[in-house]
């Protein structure tokens, strides 16, 4: 059986950057239940794959019901629930992805254990994977007045416990790389102002319309195919 | 600020695969110790991504000391162990990626659950994640005789417990998709013979010396930039 196949015994992270063209970081969503979270994660995810960009959000959807599975709302769990989402951030990070967790992520503590697990992911020549913090910015109010779920609604009648911003608190990043606010921007404003900021740092290609495009009608027609 | 942004609220699995040009899925290696799984493995990730195929490998050492670092070697924890890498696997897949997993798992009814957690992943018009079982199939005597870390001679001395092989069973598949023998062919033919069951199977896009090359050439460019 003739191959054309060459390897080397491992793969540094800077030649699978170069090999997939992009560069793998995790965004980590972080703010109060209807803040907005997933809806710009959702958005933001959509438009990095419509320019070409490999990106994967893990949410509750993907997560809560299959990977962490076994874990509960006790105080360890809550942290395990988080160390295990920063974990495969990384690890999709690793791979020349962008990862977009979206997850409330209250503590700061537990926000610093992903981000710190990401600064420890430096392996010889390879820098550590980037780690940007993106603090949705709401008022309580505006977030309990969309109550899309009735879970503020919930949380006030004690129907639940240890509601996040009603009877648990949230701590605000204290330097987060990127602060967006759902009332005050549409959801089309805060994904421009995050690709914005992702630019300038260099974490993605410059966009021009032509790749764009390219990358739309690409999709069409896979998707016609 | 002017965007040329849209988005809907969810993104099926088969947009994506779409959008990214590329099937998700999973290759399950499994076979005992040192019967050449991370070699094939690693070789394998490498030749996909020189043909611009998106692949990821998860092996013991990403894993074990991320991941799962809370779990140790009890009955339930190397469940867990497998179970949470069948989660992360399925994860990568339903993000357009090939997820490689290189672990001993000598259980069948370990393999059947991360089998099965794939084939529980149709969603609407989606269909379920392929999960590719690659038995890599050596008698246990050149297992043994290659011994790189000197792991079966430590088990023959009981100096290491329920080891897979010597003190512990390995439960050979029953049908895997793919077999291979490493001590009856090369790397490079392991490696040819999965992408040939890939390519038959439309897993992957036939390769053609022109995208290889073409996807060599980027990388290199990329790598002296």
């Known amino acids: 059986m003739a191959t054309n196949i060459t390897w080397h015994p491992s793969l540094s992270r800077r030649e ?12 980590w969503f972080t703010g109060l239940s209807a803040s907005g979270k997933s809806t ?18 893990l949410d ?29 951030a990384k690890l999709f990070a690793d791979s020349a992805q962008v990862a977009i967790t979206s997850f409330i992520s209250p503590f700061r ?24 913090e993106v603090y949705v910015d709401v ?4 977030a309990e007045q969309r109550d899309p779920k009735g ?4 949380a006030r009648a004690g129907e639940i416990k240890e509601f996040t911003g009603i009877s648990s608190p949230y701590e605000a990043p204290e330097n987060p790389e990127i602060i967006i606010r759902t009332h005050e921007n549409s959801v089309e404003e805060c994904v421009a102002q995050i690709v914005q900021w ?3 740092k260099d974490l993605i290609p410059t966009k021009t319309a032509t790749a764009a495009t390219a990358a739309d009608a690409a999709g069409s027609a896979a998707l016609a195919s």
Chains 1, 2 share one sequence.
């Open 16 to 27: 699978r950057f170069a090999l997939r063209g992009q560069r793998g970081f995790t965004l």
């Open 198 to 200: 992702l630019e300038e």
């Open 109 to 132: 503590a537990d926000r610093q254990l992903a981000r710190d697990l990401h600064a420890a992911s430096a392996h010889g020549a390879d820098d550590p994977l980037p780690f940007v």
């Open 40 to 57: 710009v994660a959702t958005a933001l995810e959509q438009h990095l794959l419509h320019l070409g960009v490999a990106a994967y959000r």
């Open 151 to 154: 879970l503020y609604k919930k």
């Open 139 to 142: 008022p309580i109010e505006v």
């Open 60 to 88: 509750g959807d993907n997560v809560r019901f299959g990977l962490n599975r076994d874990l509960g709302f006790s105080e360890a769990h809550r942290q395990e629930n988080i160390r295990r989402i920063g974990e495969v």
